[in-house]
């Protein structure tokens, strides 16, 4: 039987028309298997990319995983398909997504370190090869020991900082919002307002996520010292900035967990909008953010409420036909969920971050 005619730059016009999110990443899905079943490799890396992209960017990103591992594969059968491409795109493609896969194995607790660290090796083999993404290389060294060990994690993120930018960068504004939250982390408020100057006053040039970030680490901050007052002016930003998208339910679970003591309300509403997102997710970071917020906000509504009628997906474990939830219930489930999350995380990095956090969650009602 003859092959069916392939025409990969007809096909991109029409992925080009698509908005971004679920749709897109389906018919890229689509594009994906004909450009496999053709042979064009050209194709099968640059549909993969462009996939793990609406993944990262508009669905659930730890999906980016596997592939990273095909776009791996195909580039190293095929190592100059993409030389055309300008400004050593090809390269810079390839080591992005290797990127966009390490970034999640941070975020399932159930891929032991031994495999985050062969993953790093390999990023790190490829910076060297490419001779780019040495900056990043630090920061994502320094993004996975913040959970296990923080003087190490603060002497990575120094060099990160002091090693130059390149392609493979994150906006400037990101890196001074991650720039915050490791100050923040080490203790130096000080270090933290200093790096934030530039963005609070609006002198740097910002990405879609940057104005959430640097609020959000704040936020938190705040919110686990139990400054409330502090804490509820970002969270008044923050709220007005979310975007009803799975990337922001880490924001969505701080903005809830601030908003169980100013305005119930709120948090009641952004809970019940989170909860269609979160169900199934993979990404347990997220998750953990999220079910921490909840069950703050149940926490509070436990104390002077018997019962709350709430709209939720019929996926949800304790979902009631009637809409009538019992808010100890709720607490209660929210808090194991998070702690069954927290534990796994530990074991895996061996530490005691995450339980340490969740001690904190109602630091603000105490």
């Not at 970030?213 to 919110?223: G, N, P, S, T, V």
């Not at 607490?331 to 998070?338: K, S, T, V």
């Amino acid at each position: 039987m003859a092959k069916s005619y392939f025409d990969g730059e007809a096909m991109s016009i029409i992925l080009n028309l698509l908005p971004d999110g679920e749709e897109k990443a389906n018919a890229i899905k689509e594009y994906i298997k004909e450009a496999d079943e053709a042979g064009e490799a050209y194709y099968q890396l640059v549909w993969r990319y462009d996939y793990a992209y609406q993944a990262y960017f508009h669905g659930d990103p730890v999906s980016t995983i596997p592939i990273a591992a095909e776009y791996a594969k195909i580039y190293e059968e095929n190592p100059h398909v993409l030389d055309n491409v300008p400004d050593n795109g090809g390269a810079e493609s390839y080591l992005m997504i290797t990127q966009m896969g390490l970034d999640n194995i941070v975020a399932l607790p159930q891929i032991p370190m031994e495999q985050w660290e062969e993953t790093m090796d390999n990023f790190h083999a490829l910076v060297k090869r490419f001779n780019i993404g040495h900056r990043v290389y630090w920061w994502q060294l320094a993004r996975f020991w913040q959970y296990i060990d923080k003087e190490k994690t603060f002497q990575y993120f120094q060099k990160f900082w002091k090693t130059g930018r390149d392609g493979l960068s994150d906006c400037r504004a990101c890196e001074r919002s991650y720039a915050v939250h490791m100050s923040l982390l080490a203790g130096d408020r000080k270090a933290a307002d200093e790096y934030a100057k530039p963005l609070k006053a609006g002198r740097t040039n910002f990405c879609k996520d940057a104005p959430k970030l640097f609020r959000y680490y704040y936020l938190e901050d705040a919110l686990d010292r139990g400054d409330l007052k502090e804490a509820s002016v970002y969270a008044n930003q923050l709220n007005v900035k979310m975007e009803k998208r799975i990337h922001d339910l880490s924001f969505f679970g701080a903005v809830i967990r601030c908003f169980a003591y100013t305005n119930m309300d709120k948090a009641v509403e952004k809970f019940q909008i989170g909860m269609k997102m979160v169900l199934g997710l993979w990404d347990q970071i997220k998750v953990y953010d999220f079910y921490k917020g909840a069950y703050v906000c149940f926490h509070e509504l436990a104390r002077t409420k018997d019962t709350i009628m709430l709209d939720l997906p019929k996926e949800f474990p304790l979902y009631q036909e009637d809409g009538n939830y019992n808010c100890s219930r709720l607490e209660q489930w929210f808090y194991g969920q998070a702690c069954t999350i927290a534990d796994k995380f530990d074991t895996r990095n061996k530490s005691s971050y995450f339980k340490d956090n969740i001690r904190l969650a109602c630091a603000c009602g105490r």
